[in-house]
């Protein structure tokens, strides 16, 4: 069982900036994929950015170019930097971790979720 927990999250103005993190509990993190999910009010989750064991990323297309997802396997942390944020960034963002990659055992685990609001 891993715990996740996210740091980070609050009230942001339009073209700011802020970092999420996600801490883990396991010491096998190098064998996971990381990443980040979003969910705004009557919206379904969606992905927000990823990050594989070998540290290849995918984001949505929303956020290319504005976000930066970014792992450290000796904390067991992931991170998510958001900049020039907007008011259609506004969702609660959950961590997620799948691991070990291709292992029996493989299974996915969800942090509790962190509010960011873009507003003035």
């Known amino acids: 069982q891993v715990q996740l927990v996210e740091s980070g999250g609050g009230l942001v103005q339009p073209g700011g900036s802020m970092?999420?993190?996600?801490?883990?509990s396991t010491t096998r993190i190098s064998f996971y994929a990381m990443g980040?999910?979003?969910?705004a009010p009557g919206n379904q989750r969606e992905l927000v950015a990823r990050i594989t064991p070998q540290e290849s990323t995918d984001y949505a297309d929303s956020v290319r170019s504005r976000f930066t997802i970014s792992r450290d396997n000796v904390k067991g942390t992931v991170y998510l930097q958001m900049n020039n944020v907007k008011p259609e960034d506004t969702a609660v963002y959950f961590c997620s971790v799948v691991g070990p990659v291709g292992?029996?055992?493989?299974h996915t685990y969800w942090g509790p979720g962190t509010l960011v609001a873009v507003s003035c």
């Open 19 to 24: 970092v999420l993190s996600c801490a883990a």
């Open 36 to 39: 980040w999910y979003r969910q």
């Open 103 to 106: 292992w029996p055992e493989e």
